[in-house]
């Protein structure tokens, strides 16, 4: 950066008004039609627009631009304008922006939560959670934006001194997934402001208002226009623009939360730029069940992380693996529990803790699912069919046992409201099923046996354990997995170096 342009950009961020409280009442708006660019609410290149579904009346909410690979690459200009000015604040300055997004996310908990609900399908109830998670992840990177310590390094030579630098890596490009659509873009988006990268996100087709909803957080908390930018886009856009991201040479880093297929596809486009890239891909979590295991806890462990979001995320139990000794029984009390505590319908009725799955695609794979465990011996206990209530997207939380290696739904990510339990004989055997995928993201599993409990969590192919707890995921720890379930870690300490380049300055005396 030239000397001139430096002085002008520090002019700026001087003249910028980073105020510790921001006082409104307004209402957001639920349902913007406009992306989000440079700081503008903006129509797409082309002046197209795409429809957005409640998944669980299937009625629409309204429409949005379907942006295309122009509209991205003005967004990655606005951002990179942006990172000329934002990168130079300094880590406090950074901070208190930061702080004021955390302030506004518990200002407007309930409206984002609503928005979540409206769009994605979810209990409110779990919606309010998430936007509770939401605003500690800005909460908790306001605070380590001052931590990107660097080092000083013991020189061999006594004419030398070494040391390391910290400096935000550049424009960041998210892709995110309709599961959690604030959190998801929350996660991210924090740890890269903190280290003073700037971002242009593309949420999924399915969930673009909550996205959108931050930008009007943004503006409020008055971080500087194209630090953060929303495209939206169509299913049918969504490839084009996917690989406009990883193809812009501005952007120096691409983070993804999906699938392990479209994970592989994104770090074929970015290799030919040798682009630094962040995957956190497909789960199918092992949760297992050994003799030992006090079966209550088992059970409300499982519940938590079963049917949390109508088992539509990417650490949910998915291979439940149940101990012979104990597996009638278990069975027996989790069809009981299962009975007592879930209920189906629309998220914002009262007692609800099924919402529907995000559409039809996922209905159809959940049933095929089932289809084939039934047809080659699973037997179902509970549920087991598609529920023909309001907008037709709900299946019924199923129970089937008997299940086996052979059946589809020991291999395949479920993303729905279906435990499926197998029976295994000791702990070398569940530790071969455990392990016997190509991914590693999760893995959970209840025992007393405190020897046991060193061993099988040292074993677990996964990034992440819960042991003898179901619910793992906390913006304090490292979330991310291992083999074919990506690299890079979100959240905690290390969250923000995944922003950060190391360079190493040696010094003549």
Not at 140 to 151: I, L, N, P, Q
Not at 361 to 370: D, H, P
Request: proline share 4%.
């Amino acid at each position: 950066m030239s000397g001139p342009n430096l002085k002008q950009n520090v002019q700026l961020l001087n003249s910028l008004q980073i105020s510790s409280h921001h006082c409104s009442a307004q209402k957001l708006n639920y349902f913007p039609e406009k992306a989000f660019i440079n700081g503008k609410w903006t129509d797409s290149v082309s002046a197209n627009k795409f429809e957005i579904y409640d998944p669980a009346k299937n009625l629409l909410l309204g429409s949005v631009p379907d942006c295309n690979s122009s509209d991205l690459n003005q967004a990655v200009q606005s951002a990179n304008e942006a990172f000329k000015i934002w990168s130079n604040f300094t880590a406090e300055q950074r901070g208190k922006v930061l702080r004021k997004l955390y302030d506004l996310h518990v200002e407007y908990k309930q409206q984002l939560a609503e928005i979540i609900t409206h769009e994605n399908g979810k209990p409110l109830r779990e919606s309010l959670v998430e936007i509770d998670s939401s605003a500690k992840a800005y909460e908790w990177f306001s605070e380590e934006a001052k931590r990107a310590y660097g080092d000083v390094i013991p020189s061999p030579a006594p004419n030398k001194r070494f040391i390391v630098l910290k400096q935000p890596v550049g424009i960041c490009g998210f892709i995110t997934p309709w599961n959690f659509p604030a959190y998801m873009i929350a996660r991210k988006t924090a740890a890269a402001l903190a280290a003073g990268c700037t971002v242009v996100i593309k949420p999924a087709e399915d969930t673009p208002y909550s996205a959108l909803a931050l930008c009007q957080l943004a503006e409020m908390a008055e971080l500087p226009p194209g630090c953060i930018n929303v495209v939206t886009a169509s299913r049918k856009n969504t490839a084009e623009v996917g690989k406009a991201i990883c193809h812009n040479p501005l952007i120096k880093k691409v983070s993804f939360t999906g699938s392990t297929a479209v994970g592989k596809i994104l770090m074929e486009n970015c290799a030919h730029q040798v682009k630094k890239v962040q995957m956190e891909l497909g789960g199918n979590a092992p949760f297992i069940v050994f003799n030992s295991a006090d079966i209550s806890k088992a059970i409300t462990g499982l519940m938590a992380s079963k049917f949390r979001n109508s088992g539509q995320t990417c650490v949910c139990a998915n291979r439940i693996f149940v101990q012979e000794g104990i597996y009638d029984d278990f069975i027996v009390a989790l069809a009981e529990e299962m009975k007592n505590q879930l209920k189906i319908g629309h998220g914002f009725e009262s007692g609800v803790t099924q919402g529907p799955l995000i559409n039809k695609n996922a209905i159809n794979k959940v049933e095929k699912l089932v289809s084939d465990s039934v047809a080659k011996g699973g037997q179902i206990v509970l549920g087991g069919n598609k529920c023909d209530i309001l907008g037709g997207n709900f299946y019924e939380p199923t129970l089937i046992r008997d299940v086996t290696t052979d059946m589809e739904i020991s291999k395949e990510e479920i993303f729905g409201p279906v435990a499926a339990i197998m029976k295994f004989k000791d702990e070398e055997d569940a530790i071969r099923l455990a392990n016997d995928v190509s991914v590693g993201l999760a893995g959970y599993f209840y025992s007393s046996d405190l020897s046991q409990i060193w061993r099988v969590a040292e074993k677990l192919e996964v990034g992440m354990v819960g042991v003898n707890e179901g619910i793992i995921s906390t913006i304090e720890a490292p979330f991310g997995g291992i083999k074919e379930s990506g690299f890079g870690s979100e959240g905690s300490k290390y969250g923000i170096n995944e922003y950060l380049n190391n360079k190493f300055v040696c010094m003549g005396i």
